[in-house]
Nanobody, 123 residues
Framework: VQLQASGGGLVQAGGSLRLSCAAS????????MGWFRQAPGKEREFVAA????????YYADSVKGRFTISRDNAKNTVYLQMNSLKPEDTAVYYC?????????????????WGQGTLVTVSS
């Protein structure tokens, strides 16, 4: 599967952005989907993940209550709605896919990655 992330940009603190990740292929619903981020000088970290049917979602504590992950299997797309953005949310955001029924939170478990989209939150 090939992944294409989009929707990043520059936003003021308190603002919102919605990231999208479009997947190629006809087996999108076979994949757990995740969003990760990497800030300069830091390791890539888990942000959110969603189960194959979309019924179960998981969030990092740092984004819980502010970010929402969702997917549309008919459109082969996963989304990350980001509200109440903070300067510490500034990072390159990556979507990733894992062909499994188990939702993992570690980036090492994911097999396919998008190219990343930059989110910059100004104070």
């Amino acid at each position: 599967v090939q992944l294409q992330a989009s929707g990043g940009g520059l936003v003021q603190a308190g603002g919102s952005l919605r990231l999208s990740c479009a997947a190629s292929g006809r087996t999108f619903s076979y994949y757990v989907m995740g969003w990760f981020r990497q800030a300069p000088g830091k390791e890539r970290e888990f942000v959110a993940a969603v189960s194959r049917a979309g019924g179960d979602t998981y969030y990092a504590d740092s984004v819980k209550g502010r970010f929402t992950i969702s997917r549309d299997n008919a459109k082969n797309t996963v989304y990350l709605q980001m509200n109440s953005l903070k300067p510490e949310d500034t990072a390159v955001y990556y979507c990733a896919a894992d062909r499994t029924s188990v939702v993992y939170l570690s980036p090492s478990e994911y097999d396919y990655w998008g190219q990343g989209t930059l989110v910059t939150v100004s104070s």
